[in-house]
């Protein structure tokens, strides 16, 4: 009898115990959003509704919706992108942004929708590709913090109408050729393309000024650290 009064006993501990765990699981808040490649940048997960994600080999994307009361509709739409600039993750990236929702205030204006980058390397040819979307798109280029953009992302960063670098991003651009990481400054044919795409993104003074601080960095062997 007494056994029987212990092991009964002990079965209502254990599902008073489970309740209370259920109870406090409910009650927390959604995990945190960390802005892929960043350190700690993101956003309240209870504010973030992510709308795919896609996992390739060398890349990944994000697309997420943030709570937004300025936007007509609620919500503002956010892309991340951490890996390689290659075919396969610039014909990825590219479908994503054609499906952003555009965020309009009830004034009419517009909110460019945030597209974070964090990629060390890939085809500088296909940054130029994604630098000129990135100019015809309304969208803000943003390296957050702990976020590092190189390479064939540095030239696409530069082909945006909005961009910025916060804290510790970095945006750096090769173009020495080194272990494929650039074009090599020593053939005019390799540069044409990169400074074509300068003056038809920032303009004939801008662009051409750009492209003499890239020639000046290119020849002394080391990276053009833009930010």
Known sequence: M????FRLLAVLLLAATLGCANTRQAGQEAPFHVVMGSNFYGYPGAQMQVV???QGDLFQIRHSRLKFPDCTSGALDVVEFSGT?????????????????????????RVVSPVYLNSAQGDLLLGIRLGQWFQ??????????????????????????Y???????RVVLHLSGEQGRGFDCARSVDMMPLKNYLLSTTGKYSGQSLYNQAL??????KGWDLS
Do not use: W
């Open 2 to 5: 007494v056994s029987h009064f």
């Open 52 to 54: 795919s994600a896609i």
């Open 85 to 109: 600039i290659d075919s396969t993750s610039l014909t990825n990236l590219n479908s994503v942004m054609q499906s952003l929702h555009p965020c309009t205030r009830r004034d009419g204006s």
């Open 136 to 161: 015809n798109q309304s969208v803000e280029v943003i390296v957050s913090e702990g976020q590092v953009c190189e390479s064939a992302c540095a030239v696409a960063y530069l082909g945006a109408v």
């Open 163 to 169: 961009k910025r670098v916060q804290s510790t991003g």
């Open 216 to 221: 000046t960095h290119c020849r002394s062997g």
